[in-house]
């Protein structure tokens, strides 16, 4: 976990210390998601406001490790004021990425990039993946 901590370590820490859009809100104009990992505790809400095929906005809560929690901050930011179409796109090839499968690198992943590390850990793919695969579950929900 060394490498993994130090690879991208100030962009990870940033996010894990000052989450962006943490907090859920009491609003049923939000679709919810909620995902486990129990292998390392990471419990992960995804909030998503979708309006007229756009993301206005997006929300985490929940706990976990620090890829897991930073992650979740970064989809947020990534996902916010996207098209659904795009952010589908863009999810889907995080989430190959992260399991260190084919995906299309001249997708910008924006700072989500920061997690190509966590594919040499299988361990924390799933970590890294929780609070993408919510999302991605938010959209099809829609
Ligand atoms: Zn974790």
Redesign the pocket.
């Known amino acids: 976990m060394e490498n993994l901590e130090n690879l991208y370590r100030e962009v990870i820490l940033e996010h894990y210390k000052n989450p962006r859009n943490k907090g859920l809100l009491p609003d049923p104009s939000y679709v919810t998601v909620h995902i486990k990992?129990p292998?390392?505790?990471?419990d992960i809400t995804i909030q998503t406001k979708i309006k007229d095929n756009q993301i206005v906005d997006c929300r985490h809560e929940g706990k976990?490790?620090s890829?897991?929690c930073s992650s979740a901050s970064v989809l947020t930011e990534t996902m916010i004021g996207k098209s659904t179409d795009k952010a589908k796109i863009i999810a889907d090839n995080y989430l190959k990425m992260v399991a260190n499968k084919i995906y299309d690198e001249k997708i910008d992943l924006e700072e989500a990039e920061v997690y190509i590390g966590v594919r040499q850990f299988p361990a924390?793919v799933?970590?890294a993946s929780i609070a993408w695969q919510a999302f991605m579950q938010a959209l099809a929900k829609k």
């Open positions: 990992n292998s390392c505790g990471d976990g490790c890829i897991c924390r799933k970590c």
